[in-house]
């Protein structure tokens, strides 16, 4: 690919950057629809399993914008994109972030503390939510609703142990893999 | 009696390195992570103070935990610090997810690749839900309705982020300016 291509597509990203209110995937609809239909530079199933990939390995999920701009246009794909859709946000979320501490005592920004904490918790329970919907669907694909069952018990039990002792998360997703394997 | 947090990184160097070990391990999603590394093992943050600076942070556009490094850093060392938490969160596991990447597209006819991601996936959302569930703990009683509201909106029914917010934040919020002081 070319650059000014390159640069087409970054410029695009910028845009939804200021976008991506609750996070990168928020977006990913509009990034497949721009990448893989308007322009044709990545197939579907090139597009899914970034995402894929970048949920499962460490990190934020956001990088599967550089998955995406390494097949794009290689490593300068890859950092160019991965700018492109963090600066902007970014620059917002600093210069918002300033005023808010300067007015820590003022009554909207404390109403604004008071308020928007369940929501942020209420986010966060939906997004596991979400995730453990994708793996159920994923594994009842794959081997049908006994398997579909089995992914929505072993999210329980990953829970209830999570909240009841303090092992270190990796255990659990190993041992959620390790399930995995042995179910489907 | 609120617990008060403890002094946070000394340099820029160290908040780099908390980031990146932060990042760098965190399977399934960087929030429970961030939850034990930032409010349980350094403290750097009490239940209160996460919950609000993450409260921001998904206000904000840009991911989430990128918003979150962002904001502590600033606290710490102002925009120098915001860069330097951001880079932190993201240089190492781009270089990981990108390798990754080029490893998959060996293996990804494995069968048990593919079942153990699932699997991994499945494990993942109950941390996740775990970390919701902790945090609530610190939160009172009588704003909880919000979340429930927040939770059977967006993850339940699956309707877009953006305009659950454009509904609950200022609903919310107009609540909260009835029960704060002037």
Redesign the interface.
């Given at each position: 690919m070319n650059l000014l291509s390159l640069l087409e597509v970054a410029l695009y990203f910028c845009f939804l950057s200021l976008l991506t209110v609750g996070g990168g995937l928020t977006v990913s609809s509009d990034m497949n629809r721009f990448l893989v239909t308007e322009k044709g530079y990545l197939t579907h199933a090139q597009f899914t399993e970034s995402i894929a990939l970048a949920q499962a390995a460490p990190g934020p999920n956001i990088l599967f914008v550089a998955l995406l701009g390494w097949q794009v246009g290689g490593l300068p794909g890859a950092i160019l994109l991965q700018i492109a859709i963090v600066l902007p946000s970014s620059l917002l979320a600093y210069y918002a972030n300033r005023w808010r501490t300067g007015n820590l005592q003022t009554r909207i920004v404390r109403a604004t503390r008071t308020g928007l904490s369940p929501l942020a918790i209420g986010f966060t329970l939906s997004g596991g939510w979400v995730v453990a919907w994708g793996a159920a669907v994923g594994a009842g694909a794959l081997a049908g609703l006994p398997a579909q069952v089995g992914m929505g018990i072993l999210t329980a039990v990953t829970l209830v142990i999570a909240l009841a002792t303090r092992i270190n998360p990796l255990w659990l997703i190993a041992f959620g893999g390790l399930a995995g394997v042995l179910i489907l | 009696m609120t617990p008060e947090s403890a002094p946070g990184p000394k340099s820029l160097l160290e908040l780099f390195l908390a980031f990146t070990s932060l990042?760098?391990?965190?399977?399934?999603?960087?929030?429970?992570?961030a939850h034990?590394m930032l409010v349980?093992r350094r403290k750097w943050l009490t239940r209160e103070e996460f919950?609000?600076l993450?409260?921001?942070?998904?206000?904000?556009?840009?991911?989430?935990?990128?918003?979150l490094a962002?904001?502590l850093g600033?606290?710490y060392f102002g925009?120098r610090g915001?860069v330097v938490g951001?880079l932190g969160?993201?240089v190492?596991?781009?270089i990981?997810?990108?390798s990754?990447?080029v490893l998959?597209s060996e293996f990804?006819s494995v069968?048990?690749v593919?079942?153990?991601?699932?699997?991994?996936?499945?494990?993942?959302?109950?941390?996740?839900?775990?970390?919701?569930?902790?945090?609530?703990r610190s939160?009172s009683k009588r704003?909880?309705?919000?979340?429930?509201?927040?939770?059977v909106a967006?993850?339940?029914l699956?309707l877009?982020?953006?305009w659950v917010?454009l509904v609950?934040?200022p609903a919310?919020?107009?609540?909260?300016?009835q029960?704060?002081?002037?």
């Open positions: - | 990042a760098s391990q965190s399977f399934g999603g960087v929030l429970p992570w034990r349980e919950v609000e993450l409260a921001f942070a998904q206000l904000m556009p840009g991911p989430n935990i990128c918003n962002l904001l600033a606290r925009w915001a951001l969160m993201l190492l596991p781009a990981v997810v990108v990754i990447g998959y990804s069968p048990v593919r079942h153990a991601v699932i699997g991994m996936g499945a494990a993942a959302a109950g941390l996740i839900m775990g970390t919701a569930i902790k945090l609530a939160q704003w909880l309705g919000f979340g429930v509201l927040a939770f967006v993850g339940v699956r877009p982020v953006g917010m609950l934040v919310a919020v107009a609540l909260a300016w029960f704060e002081k002037p």
